[in-house]
């Protein structure tokens, strides 16, 4: 019989606490040193087939009979009162089948307790009506024949100045979020400050940055009956489920979501959007399915973005190197709509052993698209300006910037004051350090500053190298509850049944190859099946870097109890000693009275015929009084133009602790993708705003740029592959967002090596750099 | 909804014009602009089937080149390489793989402005409005050259290397053909006539022509924002422009012409005292919106 327990679980830097069915652990964590036959290997995807022949159905391809396309008309203003909204024009319009606005949606509250369609727009893309049509064109023309007259009123797209009093208002009650910044301290900084030796400060800026998913948000609904099914693109489908039940009012079961595939999500995926309640709706007022999938520039304006920041950092240290005292006070636009923030604090709070420490966070409403969740929220933006300083500090006072680094190791979590479970920075320093040279390089020409020592390299041409380096500390432990099923088949393959779904990382790989080391059948036997509400158990959202250290364990609790029920069933059949038997490759062995009996197992399943073999499984809670983070460090080498201004990025190391690896092929995915939208984020990536009239001016690919192929370094993926002894029964933590939070950092750092010019503002631009330059 | 029609020659092709109808070859912009919403013509005419318009090939002592040449054409057609070298990094160095297989040099050089504010959702001066909203806006691709009141730039990489080798430009309209320098062919948009080139409505480019020189050493820079798919960046340090002058193995005397600092494709040489003045002008206008930020 399950356990109910109540347990604290961490996603993208908030705790949540819940409750858990959690089963008697059947499995206990893989001995640190134990070689796996199939887990820790490099397995080829098990769907990459499908993916690469185009079979894989995704939400965006789904076409069911009779349905209809849907589209938003979106505001105009930054910032507007509706005065009037005439729907019948649309209406009218050959072809419309449904239009839906403040004049007949549902009033009920949705995201900062707002309707989704509200009588004030808040950014220029703000959602005003939707139109269900026969054809995309015949709605996009009624989204044109709706008649809307707004009154404008004063908008504000910085944080800092949304913060004042007297900045214009999004919502009544102000623009900061509950009302004051969040506040954490510890010790006495303004004392610490005064017994510092050195002090240093700086002013950091980071851009909204664009998830940019190449299978934009949308979704399909297809009601039957009272029933609604919805497909679509996201990294949470429970959590879509729910949403869509509390806002239709319908009872869970009432609600299936599905999802086989996804173009990419990086957090903005996590929850229902309007699209999905307007398509179910839509879908309900037709009673014809409704596919409602946004456009690039909708993509761009409306689906989130890594909030914008300004970061106001303190740092004290003693001679030594030791930090005596942190400060940082920081905004964060949030644009016009978000439930939450994700402040840039955290690495200030924990990356480093230092006793007086205060973090204040604004997060701040602004005219601009909504805030969402994007790959280490908060902490790439927040390493990045620590980081900078970090480096700045160690120049102050001769230091070499890894060493003062290891002078400020943390040995516990500074904030919990409680033992890691497990902790490997100091190997990735070491690691890192070692295959990008750092040693070597940074003690050639030492006594001479950064820019001396680039032009004693190169003294003749305008291009300068340097490296630089940054830490990284992050989540990813995962934690209950989270349900997994295993199937046994009577021709000995084997169904993974579970309600997790895959945001594309490999998260069916890797449960295969869990499932197929803890049952003994091979790998090419088991299938998978996720991202169904109806069919799956529950499983928590594909975020904060949890699904392999949630799901992993849970199935691999399954696959212990199913091999559990077939070995007694194999012992009963043969007639041999329950605790004889056993299952290796294929066959059942034991005794019987002394004699060794052996057996194919598919012998034995195929006289037993459809005897039904089901394991369960649970996710553990984690260990209590241990702190469990990823850790990691990158090491950049960069060349800057010094004429044109340009950036480029040579060469990045990634060193991450991040427990066992599970396979080292989805594993170097993960890392090199982070690092190549880290390197966007360093070097090109912003959303620009028209401070005359609110709007994007960059909503689309051609101006937003995201790095192309040749834009991408060498990337040398060194992980701390060791076995974390008590977190899970797999040992591993998260390696999702790791890898993008160092980047930015240690290429910016890299660059002040290369020409001896800092930079507080991403990204690196080339203006910015001749600028820099010309000072 | 509109008409689709492809004829074979350039008689048939100006049959079919009429004031609501638009010349089509590879698409990039036509396509682009229908997808935008922008009121689709009557009719699409089609160019692609017109043989007198492709190819690369020399001619009475001229190399010229078919309007329907793709960049990628261009770019590997062995005369050019080793001839008109800018030409061929100009070509090269210009948007995509994927669109240097299908957007053509005639379309390339009768694009429509590249400037955020005059693709976006912005009534500005270039299109019809009352003024420029990259002068107080964002304004980092201003140019630095001719800073009026338009300041987008030239959005053709090849149109700069077609300048600097005095390029000849041959259009056909429904009145008869006529040749156009390509330093006269690229020219700022003004209040009355705001488009970007000489053509009239109903003209096209029908080839390009390039004069043999004796003179092959050419080449064209290009700085990014990243190392592909983007436009030319015009913000160049004055210490580097140096450089710039004097390619490796250039001679001093060798002319040079600037294309993204300006709203067209140089016609002279641009000399370093006006791109530093012309800078800090324009840095007044980015200061300017710093300020009109700070007030928001």
Known sequence: MPKLIKTRIEIEGRVHEDYALVDKPKTTTWDIEEELAIVGKAMPRVDGDVRVSGAAEFPSDIQLPGMLHARFLRSPHPHARIQRLDTTRAEKLPGVRAVICKNNAPAQAWRNDRPIFDDVVRYVGDEVAAVAADTPAIARQACRLIQVEYEPLPFVLDAEIAARADAPK???DGNVMDGKPGVYARGDVEKAFQSADVVIEGVFETPFQLHNSLETHGAVADWEGDRVVVYESTQNVHGVRDDVADFLGLAKNQVRVVKHYMGGGFGSKNSAGKYTLCAALLAKMTGRPVRFFLNRTEENLATGARAASKQYLRIGAKKDGALVAMELTAYHAQGAHAEWGAGTGGPMR?????????????????????????????????TFALESLMDELAEKLGMDPLDLRIKNYARKHPVKNLPYSSNGLLDAYQEGARAIGWYERRRQDAGLGPRARSNVQSPLSGVRHGVGMASQIWGGAGGPPTYAQVKVLPDTSAVIITGTQDIGTGTKTILTQIAAEELGIPYEKIRIEIGDTQWGLFSILSAGSMTAATVGPAVREAAAD??????????????IARKSAQLDAGVITGRKRGRRVEKPLADILGALGDVMIVGQGSRAPNPSNVVIRTFGAQFAEVEVDIETGEVRVLKIVASHDCGRILNPLTTSSQIEGGIIQGLGFALMEQRVDDVNTGKVVNPNLASYHIP???DVPEIEVRMIDRADPIINNLGSKGVGEPPIIPTAAAIANAVYDAIGVRFHRLPLTRERVLEGLSV | MFEFASPTTLDDAFQLWHARA????????????LKAGVPAPARLINLKQIEEMQGIAETEGNLRIGALATLREIAENPIVLARYRALADACELSASPQIRNVGTIGGNLNQGSICDYFRGDFRCWLKGGASCFMRNGASRDAAILGYAECVHVNPSDPAVALVALDACISVR????AREIAAAEFCRPPTADNRRLNALQPDEIITNIRLPITSSSRSSFLKTMDRAAFARAGQRC??????????????RRSGRRRAGAVARIARGRDVGRAEIVRQTRRARGGNNRARRASARA
């Not at chain 2, 638009?22 to 602009?33: H, K, L, N, P, S």
């Not at chain 2, 450089?243 to 193995?249: A, D, K, L, T, V």
């Open chain 2, 22 to 33: 638009r010349w089509f070859a590879g698409g990039i912009d036509v396509v682009t602009e």
């Open chain 2, 237 to 250: 340090r004055p210490l580097g422009f140096r450089r710039w002058e004097h390619p490796r193995g250039a």
């Open chain 1, 350 to 382: 924990e990356l480093y052993e230092c006793k007086n420490v205060r973090t204040t966070e604004y997060f701040v409403f602004t005219s601009s698209g909504p805030f969402a969740a994007f790959r280490a929220p908060g902490y790439m933006e927040g």
């Open chain 2, 173 to 176: 309209g429904k009145n008869g």
């Open chain 1, 170 to 172: 999004l919502y009544a």
């Open chain 1, 708 to 710: 192309t192929m040749l």
């Open chain 1, 562 to 575: 199913a091999k559990e029920q077939l070995l007694a069933i194999c012992a009963k059949y043969l007639g």
